[in-house]
């Protein structure tokens, strides 16, 4: 079976872009992969008397561009933030309701759009490259009984249209803690944050803990809330105000007003009203009791919508929180006394009503250890490992599990430190363990990186730290040979790594340089149209579950192929054509390894692989060298080249140029440090306010 020919169907059949671009790549690689487990046991290819390692590693270095407005506010796990003051190593809830650390953060000025959805309160401002997690309707009929939506799918702000569903985060994780804090504890402070407040004493012991209800039956409660608490009981001030005294027992210290002031620091004033944290993490039969007791203070109910009003805003984020952890959605308005009304809402998905573009905007973006985070309770993407999720991910990617059987182990994650991927050694009471990194967990696994963050940085010419010598040995000969305090790790890997990672300037010549072959892309005009119009043929593109059935079959039979394979032989003409893209020898092997595994995938050998070069082969080196070449250019420099060739005479104004760069998050300073190296190098000219391309 023609395996290369397969998954490329698939693929285009799904209506993606850049189908014969990148995914042959990938591919090839996975030939490569599979061929390099069969090499370590049957020690078919040498090189200078050692068995020689085939394994393709990919790195896809792509722009970001995905913005949100400042003051997007998203869930953390300790309370809601504006988007601008969500620092990197915050936590924030994802897709799936866990919370998840914020690893990079940037910003920009961008043009952006605002997404009003049917309830009035939810909107999403966010530049229209921005992914955001939808239900698309599928069906145009007018009656709303008769729509139907399809499955949430990953979306551009720019393609969502009206009628459409935003997909909101589900129940957030809460890590419960077990308390000594009874029912009575949490129905008292709960209706207090909602109803009371510590009256105004010069001494801390002379104030007092006081509530305002006239519901006789809640009066009741909270009497033997406090009984309960502190054996305290309940003074009626008059006006349908109550104080928490300890009745007729002088000198005795008043455990309520303990409790509320001194150990939770709670204060007065309305609009400094919040939830202690410890709520937060409380089981969720009492968070439910807390909520009820706080609705029962401060809450309303009209036409089955339950409201809380608040003038904290403090409060307002924390209720909004607190309803999350209950699997609750919610928004938020401000009526015309300044007060919020956190109205709750069943409604999973509300459908988008309005879309218009707001101009410019300033705006920060994130990366994130899962890929995802929320903006206004609405899921939004941040990762860019696009065909990484085709391959790998889910039971629909292309070396999904099916049938049962998942002849390629995968794994993927969206951040990985050089700790995570060799393992450490460790002292744990007293004993000596070793915590296995992915290279080991995974030895025989392709593993997705969206980024692999020590791989980037050590070609980061710009970054003065080092890759390990045990992560080079790991990715070039498979080996994990390490040193450490607490003892020594020491084991063989063979996984194949796929990473990602933002353009910057690489040194290819060393190190990791030498071990990845790089996919670059810089998006043109032509390539934004391609995106917008395979995005609208995609919106109902379902996969052939039939081919991707045939697809694993296809590569257990290469599997057991391959281990028939007696020789691999290189013809005169491959390395002809090597020679005249003018390859340094270091760079032969990762272009040896795309050969063996794009031949093998193709089915193209019996016991003896004969690596020549058809059309599709010298196209694909032919790539893979324009690339390279573009990375040893540096490509956060050729994303100014590619801006300014777009144009149909080659030049571009230096105005309009900083404005395209600052949508790939680039800072002014960094915008112009990139012009003038640009032009220092030769790569461009400027004649007044216009740049001109010269390569």
Partial sequence: MDLYEEIIAELRDRNLAKVETYPPYFISSVGAHLFNLVNRDNEILFEHGQVQDYRLHLMHVAPSGFCLARDSKILCSDGYKQAKDVEVGDKVADRHGEFTRVVDKWGSKRECLEIKTSHPTRKLVCSPEHRVL??????????????????????????????????????????????????????FLAFWIAEGRISQADSKRNRSIIF??????????????????????LYDNGRGEYRVTNGNVGGRINKVREWIQDKLQLSTGARNKYIPEEVFHLPRRQRELFWQWLWNGGGSKSNNTLTYSTSSERLKNDVQRLLLTLGKKSSVYEDHTGNYRVLVSESQHPKVQEITNVGKKDTVDFETESGSLNAEQIVVHNSKSFWQRQFLKGPLSILGERLNKQPVET??????????FTGTVRNVGGSIEEKPGIAKREKESIIGVGEFDAVSKSMDTSHSGNLDNAMLEALDQGHVQKNLSMGELNYRTYLTNWSGTQPTRFNLSQGLGRRFMFMLFIPDSDDIKEFKQKRREGRTSTPNRKRLDRITEGLI??????VNIEFVEFTDEFYQVLDEHMLMHFEEPLFERLAVGYHLMRDNFDD?????????LARLIQQGVEWRNGIARGPHLQQLIQLVKDNEDNTMSLMDARLRLSQFGMSPTESAEIVNECKKLGYIKQDGNKLIAQV
């Avoid at 039979?557 to 391959?562: F, G, I, S, T, V």
């Avoid at 690596?611 to 599709?616: A, F, I, S």
């Fill in 608 to 616: 003896t692989v004969i690596v020549g070069v058809d059309d599709e």
């Fill in 134 to 187: 939808v239900r698309p309707e599928v069906t145009g009929n007018s009656s709303e009984s008769c729509k139907e939506w399809a499955e949430p799918m990953w979306m551009e702000a720019g393609e969502i249209e009206k009628g459409d569903r935003l997909c909101l985060i589900p129940e957030v994780e809460v890590d419960e803690v077990v308390t000594d804090w009874t029912d009575e504890m949490v129905k």
């Fill in 212 to 233: 305002a209800s006239k519901n006789e039956e809640y009066i009741e409660e909270m009497e033997k809330c406090v009984d309960e608490i502190g054996g305290c009981h």
């Fill in 411 to 420: 794994f993927t994650q969206q951040i990985m430190t050089e700790a995570s």
């Fill in 557 to 562: 039979d290469l599997k057991e192929k391959m």
